[in-house]
Protein backbone atom coordinates (compact mmCIF):
# COMPACT_ATOMS: atom_id res chain seq x y z
CA UNK A 1 0.00 0.00 0.00
CA UNK A 2 1.15 3.39 -1.31
CA UNK A 3 1.62 5.86 1.60
CA UNK A 4 0.79 8.22 -0.64
CA UNK A 5 -2.38 7.28 -1.66
CA UNK A 6 -3.67 6.67 2.09
CA UNK A 7 -4.30 7.23 5.16
CA UNK A 8 -6.74 6.07 7.78
CA UNK A 9 -9.55 7.63 6.64
CA UNK A 10 -8.98 6.15 2.80
CA UNK A 11 -8.60 2.49 4.14
CA UNK A 12 -11.09 -0.33 4.50
CA UNK A 13 -12.96 0.03 7.35
CA UNK A 14 -12.30 -2.68 9.79
CA UNK A 15 -15.30 -5.75 10.72
CA UNK A 16 -15.41 -3.92 14.09
CA UNK A 17 -16.75 -0.54 12.55
CA UNK A 18 -19.29 -1.96 10.33
CA UNK A 19 -22.11 -1.89 12.64
CA UNK A 20 -25.02 0.19 10.87
CA UNK A 21 -28.11 -0.69 10.83
CA UNK A 22 -31.45 -0.58 9.04
CA UNK A 23 -32.13 2.10 11.66
CA UNK A 24 -29.10 3.67 11.20
CA UNK A 25 -29.67 4.21 7.72
CA UNK A 26 -33.25 5.04 7.92
CA UNK A 27 -32.56 7.58 10.74
CA UNK A 28 -29.71 9.03 8.03
CA UNK A 29 -32.46 9.43 5.19
CA UNK A 30 -34.72 11.05 8.06
CA UNK A 31 -32.28 13.48 9.11
CA UNK A 32 -31.09 14.49 5.49
CA UNK A 33 -34.29 14.74 3.86
CA UNK A 34 -36.37 16.79 6.22
CA UNK A 35 -35.10 20.16 5.38
CA UNK A 36 -35.56 23.63 4.17
CA UNK A 37 -34.45 22.57 0.58
CA UNK A 38 -37.24 19.61 0.37
CA UNK A 39 -40.16 22.07 1.32
CA UNK A 40 -38.91 24.76 -1.05
CA UNK A 41 -38.81 22.80 -3.87
CA UNK A 42 -41.94 21.18 -3.21
CA UNK A 43 -43.77 24.42 -2.84
CA UNK A 44 -41.73 26.25 -6.33
CA UNK A 45 -43.68 23.12 -8.22
CA UNK A 46 -46.65 24.69 -6.99
CA UNK A 47 -45.68 28.20 -8.03
CA UNK A 48 -44.44 26.67 -11.49
CA UNK A 49 -48.42 25.69 -11.68
CA UNK A 50 -48.70 22.02 -10.33
CA UNK A 51 -51.38 21.14 -8.19
CA UNK A 52 -50.73 19.00 -4.72
CA UNK A 53 -50.80 15.62 -6.45
CA UNK A 54 -48.77 16.61 -9.82
CA UNK A 55 -45.82 18.08 -6.92
CA UNK A 56 -46.26 15.01 -4.61
CA UNK A 57 -46.07 12.18 -7.56
CA UNK A 58 -42.57 14.57 -9.48
CA UNK A 59 -41.15 14.74 -5.95
CA UNK A 60 -41.99 10.49 -5.04
CA UNK A 61 -40.89 9.51 -8.35
CA UNK A 62 -37.69 12.01 -8.55
CA UNK A 63 -36.78 10.45 -5.30
CA UNK A 64 -37.55 6.85 -6.37
CA UNK A 65 -35.44 6.62 -9.48
CA UNK A 66 -32.33 8.15 -7.67
CA UNK A 67 -32.75 5.49 -5.05
CA UNK A 68 -31.86 2.76 -7.86
CA UNK A 69 -28.02 4.78 -8.01
CA UNK A 70 -27.93 4.99 -4.82
CA UNK A 71 -28.26 1.34 -3.70
CA UNK A 72 -26.54 0.31 -6.75
CA UNK A 73 -23.57 2.49 -5.36
CA UNK A 74 -24.17 1.50 -1.85
CA UNK A 75 -23.12 -1.82 -2.48
CA UNK A 76 -19.19 -1.40 -2.66
CA UNK A 77 -19.09 0.49 0.09
CA UNK A 78 -21.36 -2.21 2.12
CA UNK A 79 -18.75 -5.37 0.77
CA UNK A 80 -15.34 -3.65 0.51
CA UNK A 81 -15.56 -1.34 3.00
CA UNK A 82 -14.31 1.77 1.10
CA UNK A 83 -15.41 5.34 0.50
CA UNK A 84 -16.15 7.29 -2.84
CA UNK A 85 -13.34 8.40 -4.16
CA UNK A 86 -11.19 5.12 -3.63
CA UNK A 87 -13.92 3.09 -5.77
CA UNK A 88 -13.63 6.35 -8.33
CA UNK A 89 -10.01 4.98 -8.53
CA UNK A 90 -11.39 1.64 -10.18
CA UNK A 91 -12.50 3.38 -13.28
CA UNK A 92 -10.95 6.73 -13.65
CA UNK A 93 -7.58 5.86 -12.39
CA UNK A 94 -5.53 6.17 -9.20
CA UNK A 95 -5.19 10.41 -9.98
CA UNK A 96 -8.12 10.01 -12.69
CA UNK A 97 -10.26 9.82 -9.41
CA UNK A 98 -9.57 13.23 -8.75
CA UNK A 99 -11.89 14.19 -11.14
CA UNK A 100 -15.10 12.92 -9.91
CA UNK A 101 -13.88 13.40 -6.75
CA UNK A 102 -13.58 17.26 -6.83
CA UNK A 103 -16.41 17.49 -8.73
CA UNK A 104 -18.35 15.84 -6.61
CA UNK A 105 -16.75 18.15 -4.07
CA UNK A 106 -17.42 21.30 -5.04
CA UNK A 107 -20.75 20.88 -5.67
CA UNK A 108 -21.09 19.64 -1.93
CA UNK A 109 -19.37 22.64 -1.06
CA UNK A 110 -22.19 24.56 -2.62
CA UNK A 111 -24.88 22.53 -1.02
CA UNK A 112 -22.88 23.34 2.20
CA UNK A 113 -23.16 26.85 1.79
CA UNK A 114 -26.70 26.91 1.00
CA UNK A 115 -27.87 24.53 3.68
CA UNK A 116 -25.16 26.93 6.34
CA UNK A 117 -27.18 29.92 4.83
CA UNK A 118 -30.64 28.99 6.10
CA UNK A 119 -29.59 28.05 9.13
CA UNK A 120 -27.90 31.19 9.82
CA UNK A 121 -31.24 32.84 8.53
CA UNK A 122 -33.10 30.84 11.02
CA UNK A 123 -30.58 31.30 13.83
CA UNK A 124 -31.61 35.48 12.85
CA UNK A 125 -34.58 35.20 13.27
CA UNK A 126 -34.57 34.38 16.67
CA UNK A 127 -31.79 37.32 17.01
CA UNK A 128 -34.76 39.48 15.67
CA UNK A 129 -37.42 38.11 18.60
CA UNK A 130 -34.74 39.18 21.49
CA UNK A 131 -33.54 42.03 19.38
CA UNK A 132 -36.36 43.54 17.15
CA UNK A 133 -33.62 46.74 16.60
CA UNK A 134 -31.12 44.23 15.24
CA UNK A 135 -32.83 44.20 11.45
CA UNK A 136 -31.98 48.33 11.70
CA UNK A 137 -28.16 47.05 12.04
CA UNK A 138 -26.39 48.77 9.29
CA UNK A 139 -23.24 47.40 7.95
CA UNK A 140 -22.20 44.50 5.18
CA UNK A 141 -20.11 41.80 4.85
CA UNK A 142 -19.85 39.61 1.24
CA UNK A 143 -22.77 41.89 -0.04
CA UNK A 144 -25.26 40.83 3.38
CA UNK A 145 -26.15 42.82 6.60
CA UNK A 146 -23.46 42.47 9.17
CA UNK A 147 -25.43 40.68 11.82
CA UNK A 148 -27.21 38.21 9.34
CA UNK A 149 -23.40 37.26 8.37
CA UNK A 150 -22.44 36.72 11.79
CA UNK A 151 -25.58 34.47 12.53
CA UNK A 152 -24.26 32.40 9.32
CA UNK A 153 -20.60 32.14 10.58
CA UNK A 154 -22.29 31.08 14.02
CA UNK A 155 -24.30 27.87 12.67
CA UNK A 156 -20.84 27.51 10.01
CA UNK A 157 -19.41 26.31 13.42
CA UNK A 158 -21.56 24.41 14.90
CA UNK A 159 -21.64 22.19 11.91
CA UNK A 160 -17.81 21.79 11.97
CA UNK A 161 -17.58 21.14 15.77
CA UNK A 162 -19.29 17.89 14.63
CA UNK A 163 -17.20 16.90 11.64
CA UNK A 164 -14.03 17.61 13.79
CA UNK A 165 -15.38 14.79 16.30
CA UNK A 166 -15.88 12.64 13.23
CA UNK A 167 -18.30 10.29 11.33
CA UNK A 168 -19.41 8.94 14.79
CA UNK A 169 -20.75 11.43 16.15
CA UNK A 170 -22.61 12.10 13.14
CA UNK A 171 -24.04 8.99 13.43
CA UNK A 172 -25.75 9.61 16.64
CA UNK A 173 -26.44 12.79 15.97
CA UNK A 174 -29.06 11.84 12.76
CA UNK A 175 -30.17 8.73 15.40
CA UNK A 176 -31.48 11.25 18.28
CA UNK A 177 -32.36 14.13 15.69
CA UNK A 178 -34.82 11.81 13.76
CA UNK A 179 -38.01 11.55 15.96
CA UNK A 180 -37.76 15.11 17.07
CA UNK A 181 -37.79 16.26 13.18
CA UNK A 182 -40.40 14.20 12.47
CA UNK A 183 -42.83 15.71 15.53
CA UNK A 184 -41.35 19.09 14.47
CA UNK A 185 -42.82 18.41 10.69
CA UNK A 186 -46.15 16.99 12.14
CA UNK A 187 -46.48 20.00 14.35
CA UNK A 188 -45.86 22.21 11.41
CA UNK A 189 -48.91 20.34 9.63
CA UNK A 190 -51.18 20.49 12.47
CA UNK A 191 -50.92 24.46 12.52
CA UNK A 192 -51.63 24.64 9.11
CA UNK A 193 -54.76 22.38 9.66
CA UNK A 194 -55.99 24.52 12.58
CA UNK A 195 -55.52 27.72 11.42
CA UNK A 196 -56.59 27.43 7.22
CA UNK A 197 -59.75 25.52 8.91
CA UNK A 198 -58.39 21.94 7.43
CA UNK A 199 -56.33 21.47 4.39
CA UNK A 200 -59.24 21.78 1.99
CA UNK A 201 -56.68 24.28 0.53
CA UNK A 202 -54.56 21.93 -0.61
CA UNK A 203 -56.93 19.79 -1.99
CA UNK A 204 -58.67 22.15 -4.07
CA UNK A 205 -55.24 23.06 -5.67
CA UNK A 206 -55.53 22.74 -9.26
CA UNK A 207 -53.41 22.32 -11.97
CA UNK A 208 -52.50 26.14 -13.86
CA UNK A 209 -51.33 24.40 -17.12
CA UNK A 210 -53.71 25.07 -20.18
CA UNK A 211 -52.32 21.70 -21.84
CA UNK A 212 -50.86 18.20 -21.69
CA UNK A 213 -47.30 19.55 -23.53
CA UNK A 214 -47.26 22.44 -21.30
CA UNK A 215 -47.54 20.39 -17.82
CA UNK A 216 -44.44 17.97 -19.45
CA UNK A 217 -42.79 20.74 -20.56
CA UNK A 218 -42.00 21.77 -16.37
CA UNK A 219 -42.24 18.40 -15.69
CA UNK A 220 -39.48 16.64 -17.05
CA UNK A 221 -36.87 19.23 -16.01
CA UNK A 222 -38.90 19.76 -12.30
CA UNK A 223 -38.05 16.12 -12.20
CA UNK A 224 -34.62 16.17 -13.24
CA UNK A 225 -33.73 18.87 -11.14
CA UNK A 226 -35.53 16.48 -8.25
CA UNK A 227 -33.21 13.96 -8.93
CA UNK A 228 -30.18 16.63 -9.16
CA UNK A 229 -31.52 16.88 -5.34
CA UNK A 230 -29.92 13.98 -4.35
CA UNK A 231 -27.53 13.12 -7.36
CA UNK A 232 -24.27 13.79 -4.77
CA UNK A 233 -25.09 11.46 -2.64
CA UNK A 234 -26.42 9.01 -5.24
CA UNK A 235 -22.20 9.07 -5.80
CA UNK A 236 -20.42 9.34 -2.37
CA UNK A 237 -23.10 7.15 -0.75
CA UNK A 238 -20.01 4.22 0.05
CA UNK A 239 -19.08 6.77 2.39
CA UNK A 240 -21.89 5.89 4.66
CA UNK A 241 -22.15 2.38 3.14
CA UNK A 242 -18.78 1.09 4.32
CA UNK A 243 -19.85 1.20 7.73
CA UNK A 244 -22.99 -0.91 7.25
CA UNK A 245 -23.58 -4.46 8.81
CA UNK A 246 -24.68 -6.19 5.63
CA UNK A 247 -25.69 -5.34 2.18
CA UNK A 248 -29.73 -5.93 3.68
CA UNK A 249 -29.15 -2.51 5.93
CA UNK A 250 -28.15 -0.20 3.31
CA UNK A 251 -30.62 -1.76 0.92
CA UNK A 252 -33.69 -2.15 3.12
CA UNK A 253 -32.88 1.36 5.34
CA UNK A 254 -32.34 3.64 2.50
CA UNK A 255 -35.16 2.12 0.21
CA UNK A 256 -37.30 2.98 3.68
CA UNK A 257 -35.90 6.09 4.02
CA UNK A 258 -35.41 8.22 1.39
CA UNK A 259 -38.70 8.36 -0.69
CA UNK A 260 -40.84 8.07 2.00
CA UNK A 261 -39.80 11.20 4.16
CA UNK A 262 -38.75 13.04 1.06
CA UNK A 263 -42.30 12.76 0.03
CA UNK A 264 -43.72 12.96 3.30
CA UNK A 265 -41.72 16.61 4.21
CA UNK A 266 -42.81 17.49 0.61
CA UNK A 267 -46.62 17.50 1.30
CA UNK A 268 -45.70 19.12 4.68
CA UNK A 269 -44.43 21.41 2.44
CA UNK A 270 -47.41 21.78 -0.31
CA UNK A 271 -49.70 21.66 2.51
CA UNK A 272 -48.50 24.69 4.63
CA UNK A 273 -47.97 26.91 1.54
CA UNK A 274 -51.51 26.14 0.17
CA UNK A 275 -52.60 27.18 3.44
CA UNK A 276 -50.88 30.60 3.70
CA UNK A 277 -52.74 31.36 0.89
CA UNK A 278 -55.93 31.48 3.18
CA UNK A 279 -54.31 32.55 6.20
CA UNK A 280 -52.12 35.52 5.18
CA UNK A 281 -53.64 36.21 1.54
CA UNK A 282 -49.93 34.80 -0.22
CA UNK A 283 -48.23 31.64 -0.74
CA UNK A 284 -45.91 31.39 1.76
CA UNK A 285 -43.11 28.95 0.19
CA UNK A 286 -40.09 30.17 2.28
CA UNK A 287 -40.71 28.56 5.82
CA UNK A 288 -37.99 31.22 7.11
CA UNK A 289 -40.05 34.43 5.94
CA UNK A 290 -43.70 32.13 7.52
CA UNK A 291 -42.06 31.48 10.86
CA UNK A 292 -41.25 35.47 11.26
CA UNK A 293 -44.86 36.10 11.27
CA UNK A 294 -45.32 34.15 14.26
CA UNK A 295 -46.38 36.22 17.15
CA UNK A 296 -45.52 33.21 20.16
CA UNK A 297 -42.40 33.51 21.51
CA UNK A 298 -42.46 29.45 22.54
CA UNK A 299 -43.67 28.94 19.01
CA UNK A 300 -40.94 30.90 17.04
CA UNK A 301 -38.76 29.39 19.47
CA UNK A 302 -39.80 25.81 18.76
CA UNK A 303 -39.78 26.56 14.69
CA UNK A 304 -36.08 27.72 14.72
CA UNK A 305 -34.80 24.50 16.97
CA UNK A 306 -36.48 22.44 14.55
CA UNK A 307 -35.01 24.20 11.73
CA UNK A 308 -31.41 24.40 13.08
CA UNK A 309 -31.56 20.74 14.09
CA UNK A 310 -32.94 19.69 10.36
CA UNK A 311 -30.53 21.95 8.72
CA UNK A 312 -27.53 20.51 10.91
CA UNK A 313 -28.54 16.76 10.15
CA UNK A 314 -28.50 16.98 6.43
CA UNK A 315 -25.49 19.56 6.07
CA UNK A 316 -22.87 17.16 8.21
CA UNK A 317 -24.31 14.22 6.68
CA UNK A 318 -24.73 15.03 2.91
CA UNK A 319 -22.38 17.51 2.46
CA UNK A 320 -19.30 17.34 4.62
CA UNK A 321 -18.81 13.79 4.77
CA UNK A 322 -18.70 13.20 1.16
CA UNK A 323 -16.22 16.04 0.11
CA UNK A 324 -13.86 15.82 2.94
CA UNK A 325 -13.02 12.40 1.78
CA UNK A 326 -12.91 13.55 -1.40
CA UNK A 327 -9.99 16.53 -0.67
CA UNK A 328 -8.89 13.98 1.24
CA UNK A 329 -8.07 11.68 -1.59
CA UNK A 330 -6.11 15.11 -3.74
CA UNK A 331 -3.28 14.61 -1.63
CA UNK A 332 -4.18 11.99 1.74
CA UNK A 333 -0.49 12.25 3.19
CA UNK A 334 -1.58 16.19 4.00
CA UNK A 335 -5.07 15.83 4.26
CA UNK A 336 -7.02 13.93 6.55
CA UNK A 337 -10.44 14.23 6.86
CA UNK A 338 -11.14 17.20 9.46
CA UNK A 339 -8.91 19.14 7.23
CA UNK A 340 -10.72 18.30 4.31
CA UNK A 341 -14.38 19.42 6.22
CA UNK A 342 -12.49 22.12 6.88
CA UNK A 343 -11.45 23.16 3.29
CA UNK A 344 -15.16 22.31 2.88
CA UNK A 345 -16.50 24.78 4.77
CA UNK A 346 -14.00 27.52 3.83
CA UNK A 347 -14.96 27.06 0.27
CA UNK A 348 -19.26 27.01 1.43
CA UNK A 349 -18.49 30.45 1.70
CA UNK A 350 -16.59 31.66 -0.54
CA UNK A 351 -19.35 30.46 -3.13
CA UNK A 352 -21.83 33.03 -1.45
CA UNK A 353 -25.43 30.73 -0.88
CA UNK A 354 -27.56 33.81 -0.49
CA UNK A 355 -27.28 34.76 -4.15
CA UNK A 356 -28.27 30.79 -5.35
CA UNK A 357 -31.57 30.97 -3.04
CA UNK A 358 -32.47 34.65 -4.13
CA UNK A 359 -34.46 33.01 -6.76
CA UNK A 360 -36.39 29.53 -6.52
CA UNK A 361 -37.04 29.38 -10.26
CA UNK A 362 -33.14 29.56 -10.66
CA UNK A 363 -32.64 26.99 -7.59
CA UNK A 364 -33.96 24.10 -10.04
CA UNK A 365 -33.39 25.00 -13.04
CA UNK A 366 -29.99 26.54 -12.70
CA UNK A 367 -28.22 25.22 -9.28
CA UNK A 368 -29.91 21.70 -9.39
CA UNK A 369 -30.11 20.92 -12.95
CA UNK A 370 -26.70 22.29 -13.81
CA UNK A 371 -24.93 20.14 -11.43
CA UNK A 372 -27.02 17.30 -12.35
CA UNK A 373 -25.41 17.36 -15.90
CA UNK A 374 -22.06 16.49 -14.76
CA UNK A 375 -22.63 13.81 -11.70
CA UNK A 376 -24.89 11.84 -14.09
CA UNK A 377 -22.20 11.01 -16.72
CA UNK A 378 -20.26 10.13 -13.62
CA UNK A 379 -22.52 7.79 -12.08
CA UNK A 380 -23.09 6.14 -15.33
CA UNK A 381 -18.94 5.58 -15.53
CA UNK A 382 -18.64 3.89 -12.21
CA UNK A 383 -21.93 1.70 -12.44
CA UNK A 384 -21.34 0.52 -15.58
CA UNK A 385 -17.39 -0.20 -14.75
CA UNK A 386 -18.41 -1.81 -10.95
CA UNK A 387 -21.49 -3.84 -12.17
CA UNK A 388 -20.58 -4.81 -15.97
CA UNK A 389 -17.03 -4.67 -16.72
CA UNK A 390 -15.86 -6.04 -13.30
CA UNK A 391 -18.90 -8.32 -12.15
CA UNK A 392 -18.34 -6.01 -8.78
CA UNK A 393 -15.04 -7.76 -8.11
CA UNK A 394 -11.87 -5.25 -7.18
CA UNK A 395 -8.53 -5.76 -6.63
CA UNK A 396 -7.90 -3.56 -3.13
CA UNK A 397 -4.84 -3.76 -2.50
CA UNK A 398 -4.37 -2.28 -6.17
CA UNK A 399 -6.65 0.59 -5.59
CA UNK A 400 -3.46 2.05 -3.11
CA UNK A 401 -0.86 1.19 -5.75
CA UNK A 402 0.45 3.70 -7.50
CA UNK A 403 1.40 1.15 -10.17
CA UNK A 404 -0.90 -1.83 -10.35
CA UNK A 405 -4.29 -2.62 -12.19
CA UNK A 406 -5.83 1.12 -11.55
CA UNK A 407 -2.77 2.78 -12.63
CA UNK A 408 -3.83 3.11 -16.18
CA UNK A 409 -2.31 5.52 -18.06
CA UNK A 410 -0.13 7.50 -15.81
CA UNK A 411 -2.76 6.90 -13.35
CA UNK A 412 -5.70 7.99 -15.92
CA UNK A 413 -8.34 5.93 -17.83
CA UNK A 414 -8.45 8.09 -20.42
CA UNK A 415 -11.50 5.59 -21.64
CA UNK A 416 -13.64 6.87 -18.69
CA UNK A 417 -12.66 10.98 -18.86
CA UNK A 418 -13.82 10.23 -23.32
CA UNK A 419 -16.79 8.71 -22.04
CA UNK A 420 -17.35 11.75 -19.08
CA UNK A 421 -17.22 14.33 -22.21
CA UNK A 422 -19.56 12.75 -24.33
CA UNK A 423 -22.11 12.65 -21.77
CA UNK A 424 -21.50 16.53 -20.91
CA UNK A 425 -21.58 17.93 -24.33
CA UNK A 426 -25.05 17.27 -25.54
CA UNK A 427 -26.18 19.23 -22.02
CA UNK A 428 -23.76 21.85 -22.35
CA UNK A 429 -25.73 24.25 -24.94
CA UNK A 430 -28.82 24.04 -22.65
CA UNK A 431 -26.56 25.25 -19.84
CA UNK A 432 -25.23 27.79 -21.66
CA UNK A 433 -28.58 29.57 -23.07
CA UNK A 434 -30.04 28.95 -18.63
CA UNK A 435 -27.23 30.90 -17.64
CA UNK A 436 -27.78 33.64 -20.39
CA UNK A 437 -24.15 33.34 -21.63
CA UNK A 438 -25.71 33.34 -25.40
CA UNK A 439 -29.17 32.97 -26.94
CA UNK A 440 -30.85 30.11 -28.12
CA UNK A 441 -30.33 31.36 -31.87
CA UNK A 442 -26.21 31.15 -31.57
CA UNK A 443 -26.24 27.48 -31.04
CA UNK A 444 -27.62 24.15 -31.89
CA UNK A 445 -31.33 24.59 -31.07
CA UNK A 446 -32.34 21.03 -31.09
CA UNK A 447 -29.83 20.41 -28.52
CA UNK A 448 -31.03 22.58 -26.13
CA UNK A 449 -34.21 21.17 -24.54
CA UNK A 450 -31.63 18.16 -23.96
CA UNK A 451 -30.55 20.52 -20.98
CA UNK A 452 -33.96 19.67 -19.15
CA UNK A 453 -32.79 15.54 -19.49
CA UNK A 454 -29.65 16.55 -18.39
CA UNK A 455 -29.11 13.89 -15.78
CA UNK A 456 -30.49 10.63 -17.67
CA UNK A 457 -28.49 11.77 -21.05
CA UNK A 458 -25.25 12.25 -18.95
CA UNK A 459 -25.92 9.05 -17.30
CA UNK A 460 -26.60 6.96 -20.70
CA UNK A 461 -24.27 8.40 -23.04
CA UNK A 462 -21.44 8.02 -20.66
CA UNK A 463 -22.13 4.57 -19.07
CA UNK A 464 -22.96 3.12 -22.31
CA UNK A 465 -19.96 4.81 -24.43
CA UNK A 466 -17.18 3.40 -21.79
CA UNK A 467 -18.66 -0.12 -21.31
CA UNK A 468 -18.36 -0.53 -24.78
CA UNK A 469 -14.69 0.90 -24.96
CA UNK A 470 -13.56 -0.94 -21.72
CA UNK A 471 -15.66 -4.66 -22.81
CA UNK A 472 -14.00 -4.15 -26.40
CA UNK A 473 -10.43 -3.30 -24.64
CA UNK A 474 -11.23 -6.37 -22.62
CA UNK A 475 -12.19 -8.38 -25.59
CA UNK A 476 -8.64 -7.89 -27.61
CA UNK A 477 -7.16 -8.57 -24.79
CA UNK A 478 -8.62 -12.01 -24.45
CA UNK A 479 -7.77 -12.38 -27.93
CA UNK A 480 -4.23 -11.28 -28.03
CA UNK A 481 -3.57 -13.75 -24.95
CA UNK A 482 -5.52 -16.70 -26.96
CA UNK A 483 -2.98 -16.40 -29.76
CA UNK A 484 -0.75 -19.31 -29.73
CA UNK A 485 3.22 -18.47 -29.18
CA UNK A 486 5.76 -19.67 -31.94
CA UNK A 487 9.19 -20.72 -30.96
Keep these: MDKEL??????PVTKKQ?????????????????????????????????????????????????????????????KYGIPYPVFARASFGI?????????????????????????????????????????????EMLGIGLIPFICFMIFWFMNLFFVWHGLNSIKWLETLCA???????????????????????????????????????????????????????????????????????????????????????AFIGVAVTSSTLSIYGEAIWDPIILIQKFDNPLIVTFSVITILLATLTTNVAANVVGPANDFSNLAPKYIDFKRGGLITGILGILMMPWKLLADPTGYIFTWLIGYSALLGPIAGIILVDYFVVRRTVLNIDALYQREGEYSYSHGYNLKAIIAFILGVLPNLPGFLVQ????????????????????????????????????????RSEQIIEAQPTFA
Design 18 to 78: KNWTIFNFFSLWVGMAIQIPTYMMASSLIEGGMNWFQALFTIFLGNLIVLIPMILNGHVGA
Design 6 to 11: ANKDLT
Design 435 to 474: IKVCSPDSVFEFLVPLYHYAWFIGLFISGISYGLMMVSER
Design 95 to 139: LGSNIPALLRAFVACGWFGIQTWIGGTAIYTLVLQVWPEAGLFKG
Design 179 to 265: PFLILGGMALLYWAYMNADGLSTVFHTTSQFESTSAFYKFFFPALTGIIGFWATLSLNIPDFTRYAKNQRAQILGQALGLPATMTFF
